[in-house]
């Protein structure tokens, strides 16, 4: 049976002649037959219109290098997963890879020169989740605010889950609940589409209490069931700040028999604000109702630990950008290691997102994470899906 990315379309940017014949030939080895090759940014930017799947990019070349056409990239209207291949230095790298993620361009990795058969089919076998995950971004255009009006009330809200497991023991611990949206013509949309009209409407509130209700209704039903587990629900601080916003929470907890010990409401870091007063007694009171309170996507924000410090957060949710490939990139696993050990000295959970190899678990075990989350362990799931999994998990 054929690997999805053997079917790719690949463009091949080198200026070296021999070194596109080679990586040409490896990719062939490996069952790609869509091959061609640009000798440098300008070629490539020509190449573009043919529709490629997947490109493989050198830095260093004379024309337009690889850093410029990044930009050329980002512009155009659907850009192919990236991966770098250069003889530059590991950081030179890594600073490639996340400039390009900051121009929204999808990165499966990177590749030290001399490029290997085994190198590349390491990083093809992680584009599937990570080209899925692009697809659905780029493909939906947002929904009307009648859209969402219509749908909050319509039952429009489904949500998916995403499990997280022990690091150690890989049982499983909890979900990560998800939102989707089904569309009146039964497809279902990501939170791209529905999620920034609300913020710039009046639906924000309406939306949150619809995601918290179905995603609360399910875990009481699992509960009920005596499927075990606990569930993280992100939540904005304009949600967190609402006066009513303990009241609201309770209430819907007590309606689906959910205690707060089995709730996690998840906080992204770069939205905490630098006046915390609202922000401080709005999560020391649901603290003190019982639930948990995780800071996400750690690491990417500039004030972590005077937030760490300040606030009662009882975990630390370790961004994919220093999980994904750690192993190969000192500066990550470095921001990793050092989170790790601070959540361990702080008395709190530690999550890495964003594991999507077997490699990347390898680390987080090494390093004494907590709880693995990401595409290795599983994509989100429906919750018939997640039940299945569940089974066959523990086999």
């Keep these: 049976m054929s690997a999805d990315w053997q079917q790719f379309k690949v463009l091949v940017v080198d200026d ?67 991966i770098f291949f250069s003889g530059e230095d590991g950081r030179i790298l890594e600073v490639a890879e996340e400039l390009a993620r900051d121009l929204s361009i999808s990165v499966i990795g990177s590749i030290a020169k001399p490029v290997s058969k085994e190198k590349i089919q390491r990083l093809l076998e992680q584009t599937a989740p990570q080209m899925t995950q692009t697809t659905a971004r780029l493909t939906q255009s947002e929904l009307t605010e009648d ?36 569309t009146p013509e039964g497809a279902l949309i990501g939170p791209g589409a529905v999620i920034p009209v609300a913020e710039r409407t009046d639906l924000i509130q309406a939306l949150t209490l619809g995601i918290f209700t179905v995603s609360m209704t399910q875990l009481g039903n699992w509960l009920k069931q005596g499927f075990e587990l606990s569930m993280s629900c992100n939540f904005s601080i304009a949600d967190l700040v609402q006066p009513e916003i303990v009241e609201m929470l309770d209430g819907v907890l007590a309606a689906s028999g959910v205690s707060p010990d089995k709730v996690t409401l998840e906080v992204t870091e770069s939205q905490l604000p630098e006046d915390v007063s609202k922000v401080l007694s709005a999560l020391t009171r649901l603290r003190l109702r019982g639930y948990e309170i995780s800071i996400d996507d750690f690491g990417t924000g500039f004030s972590s630990m005077e937030q760490l410090r300040r606030f009662p957060f009882t975990e ?80």
């Design 16 to 82: 070296d002649a021999f070194q596109r014949s080679i990586v040409s030939k490896l990719l062939k080895q490996l069952g790609i037959t869509e091959i061609a090759d640009a000798e440098d940014g300008k070629a490539a930017e020509a190449e573009l219109a043919k529709g490629y799947d997947l490109l493989l990019l050198d830095l260093n070349m004379p024309g337009m290098d690889g850093i410029e056409f990044l930009n050329v990239l980002s512009a155009h209207s659907s850009s192919p997963s990236l």
């Design 316 to 395: 630390l949710k370790i961004d994919r950008a220093f999980v994904n490939g750690a192993e190969q990139k000192p500066s990550a696993r470095a921001i990793l290691e050092s989170s790790v050990d601070l959540a361990r000295r702080l008395n709190i959970r530690s999550v890495a997102e964003g594991i999507e190899t077997e490699a990347d678990l390898n680390l987080c075990r090494t390093l004494g994470v907590d709880v693995a989350q990401g595409y290795y362990v599983s994509r989100p799931l429906s919750s018939n899906a997640l039940e299945d999994w569940a089974k066959s998990w523990q086999l």
């Design 147 to 182: 859209e969402v009006r219509a749908g909050i009330s319509g039952g429009a809200i489904t949500m998916f889950y995403q499990p997280k497991v022990d690091a150690q023991t890989l049982a499983l611990r909890g979900v990560e609940s998800l939102l989707r949206w089904q």
